[in-house]
């Protein structure tokens, strides 16, 4: 099975742009989640998407959104770009019902704002 | 709400030696546990998993955890480490209940093996 699959893998911005992410799940996976990792503030959760519909969301600014399409792809995009926005962004999917607490994540996609 | 304490950012040590990688977490509800493995300019790559069950678990590649759940800690351990495990790793709890998928991870050990 081909794994977690992110593009672009790396994007440069500037400050007051706007940015979308893309993201495909393992195949048969309808979960799939956002994180963002910085050296300053490591692995943050971002939101889970799950049948299209935003299940869980962390502390982040209404910058950030997200949403899945019916095959279970998801996108994410960010508003307004700032400077701290600079990280990777990392995608995570994962089953329901059995196994459906490990997430398997992509490779990611470093955004580097100037 | 949960939180992992990975007490050390950097662990330096020699090829052939053998390391533990600690790990630490505070829950009011019980939790699976995770190592996750992060090397240079990738992503996360699962290294093991506690959901159940026996509480040592192992990976393939010789690496081994153990959950204790008095102490709260997920250790890592290897008994001999090779050049080719200098990596980032990260220790990481989420919820057994509820269906939502969050991950809390710690920040991160960095692992070194020297020649």
């Known amino acids: 099975k081909a794994g977690v699959t992110q593009t672009p893998r790396y994007l440069i911005k500037t400050r007051g742009q706007q940015v979308t992410l893309s993201c495909s799940p393992i195949?048969?996976?309808?979960?799939v989640s956002w994180y963002q990792q910085t050296p300053g503030q490591g692995l943050q959760f971002l939101f889970e998407y799950f049948s299209e519909t935003q299940r869980n969301k962390g502390n982040f600014p209404g910058r950030f959104s997200g949403r899945q399409f019916s095959n279970s792809r998801s996108e994410m995009n960010v508003s307004t770009l700032e400077l701290g926005d600079s990280a990777l962004y990392l995608c995570?999917?994962?089953?329901?019902?059995?196994?459906?607490?490990?997430?398997?994540f992509g490779p990611g996609t470093r955004l580097l704002v100037l | 709400a949960q939180s992992v304490t990975q007490l050390d950012s950097q662990v330096p040590v020699f090829e052939e030696a053998p390391v533990e990688l600690r790990c630490n977490y505070s829950s009011s509800v019980s939790v699976y546990l995770f190592w996750y493995v992060q090397y240079p300019n990738q992503g996360l790559q699962l290294l093991l998993k506690y959901l159940s069950g026996s509480t040592l678990v192992k990976s393939i590649n010789g690496f081994e955890a153990e959950f204790n759940k008095s102490q709260t800690s997920f250790h890592l351990r290897k008994p001999s480490v090779h050049i080719s495990d200098t990596a980032e790793y990260f220790c990481?709890?989420?919820?057994?209940?509820?269906?939502?998928?969050?991950?809390?991870f710690g920040s991160g050990t960095q692992l070194t093996v020297l020649p």
């Open positions: 195949s048969g996976h309808r979960s």
């Open positions: 990481a709890v989420t919820p057994v209940v509820g269906r939502a998928r969050q991950l809390t």
């Open positions: 995570a999917s994962s089953l329901e019902g059995r196994e459906q607490e490990t997430q398997y």
